[in-house]
Nanobody, 118 residues
Framework: QVQVVESGGGSVQAGGSLRLSCICF????????VGWFRQAPGKERESVGF????????SYADSMKGRVTISRDDAANTVWLQMNSLKPEDTAVYYC???????????WGQGTQVAVSS
């Protein structure tokens, strides 16, 4: 059974950084596109970005461009979301998801909370 587990969330002040991790269990991560999403209280879930199977292609949401980097280490079955210059509006639960391609995600993690204070 495939499982996706996020970690690394926490509380930071505006301007700070966090690195979230996503580990895949039960399958080989190299087979999958990996996406990051977030959901703030009272808002719909939105995409943060994704990384392609090769790790070469990456795409980021306009709201996060220049402040986030997604990277992967398939040998470790792990993907990271590095977030810098965090803003209070980045406060949300962040989710990792994997699938055969972008917008076709099959497995989701439980989420990790990120709280940014001003």
């Amino acid at each position: 059974q495939v499982q996706v587990v996020e970690s690394g969330g926490g509380s930071v002040q505006a301007g700070g950084s966090l690195r979230l991790s996503c580990i895949c269990f039960g399958d080989t991560l190299s087979n999958f596109v990996v996406g990051w999403f977030r959901q703030a209280p009272g808002k719909e879930r939105e995409s943060v970005g994704f990384i392609g199977v090769s790790g070469i292609f990456k795409s980021y949401a306009d709201s996060m461009k220049g402040r986030v980097t997604i990277s992967r280490d398939d040998a470790a079955n792990t993907v990271w979301l590095q977030m810098n210059s965090l803003k209070p509006e980045d406060t949300a639960v962040y989710y990792c998801t994997i699938g055969p391609r972008d917008r076709e995600y099959d497995w989701w993690g439980q989420g990790t909370q990120v709280a940014v204070s001003s």
